[in-house]
């Protein structure tokens, strides 16, 4: 059954630390892997895409890593913002002739002054 | 600006009252999909439609109708509501669904008592 799997559910942290989301996922056959970040009451917004051959992508203080032979990826944060508090989402692809893009539940991070 | 608006942003009806969900982007995607958000699970697809008069089923479209008269639109229609679409809904649209970013409206909560 394709999954995608993320923890922790949540997590506080106070300002200027840093974090990593984990995610992971049983999909096939695997296309990419994205992470989004959702604030409250908005839709969410997307951060990366990776490809299977990809293992690194960075937005800003937003780095995503993938390992596709463990179909493991994380998503860290670095020096985190108040702003950064949110749900973080991740989604994966899956294609060839059975396309679909599977959705975790999210991780709500909360960062404290 | 890039723009997918769904309106309402909140909606509180009773239940068998038919009502619409709409969702207009601007950005001439051909695709466009519905999602709800329910506490502690993924995002779930409702409806997608690759193109204009071209609709598909998701994963939970019991109760659900939508239609694709024109690239632009893509309304979610409720015929008949019942408490357990109680729920945060989506709409997304994209150039290339498995492999480029969703755009997500800011969503719209609806209530049925």
């Known amino acids: 059954k394709n999954q995608v799997e993320q923890s922790p559910q949540s997590l506080i942290i106070l300002e200027g630390k840093n974090c990593t989301l984990q995610?992971?996922?049983?999909?096939?056959?695997?296309?990419?892997l994205r992470w989004y970040k959702q604030d409250t009451g908005r839709g969410p917004v997307s951060l990366t895409i990776?490809?299977?051959?990809?293992n690194t992508k960075s937005n800003g203080r937003y780095t995503a890593t993938l390992d596709a032979d463990t179909k493991q990826s994380s998503l860290h944060i670095t020096a985190s913002q108040l702003s950064d508090s949110a749900s973080y989402i991740c989604?994966?692809?899956?294609?060839?002739?059975?396309?679909?893009?599977?959705f975790g539940a999210g991780t709500r991070l909360a960062v404290h002054p | 600006e890039a723009q997918v608006t769904q309106n309402p942003r909140y909606l509180i009806t009773v239940t068998g009252k038919k009502l619409t969900v709409t969702c207009s982007q601007n950005?001439?995607?051909?695709?466009m999909s519905w999602y709800r958000q329910d506490p502690g699970l993924g995002l779930r697809q409702i409806y997608y439609?690759?193109?204009?008069?071209?609709?598909d089923k998701g994963d939970v479209p019991e109760g659900y109708k939508v239609s694709r008269k024109e690239k632009r639109n893509f309304p979610l229609i409720l015929e008949s509501p019942s408490p357990n679409q109680t729920s945060l809904y989506f709409c997304?649209?994209?150039?290339?669904?498995?492999?480029?970013?969703?755009?997500f409206g800011n969503g719209t909560r609806l209530t049925v008592t």
């Open positions: 997304a649209t994209s150039v290339a669904p498995y492999n480029s970013p969703l755009h």
């Open positions: 995610c992971n996922y049983t999909v096939s056959p695997f296309s990419n």
């Open positions: 990776m490809t299977f051959s990809e």
């Open positions: 989604v994966v692809s899956a294609t060839g002739g059975y396309n679909k893009l599977i």
């Open positions: 950005m001439n995607h051909e695709y």
């Open positions: 439609s690759m193109n204009v008069e071209v609709t």
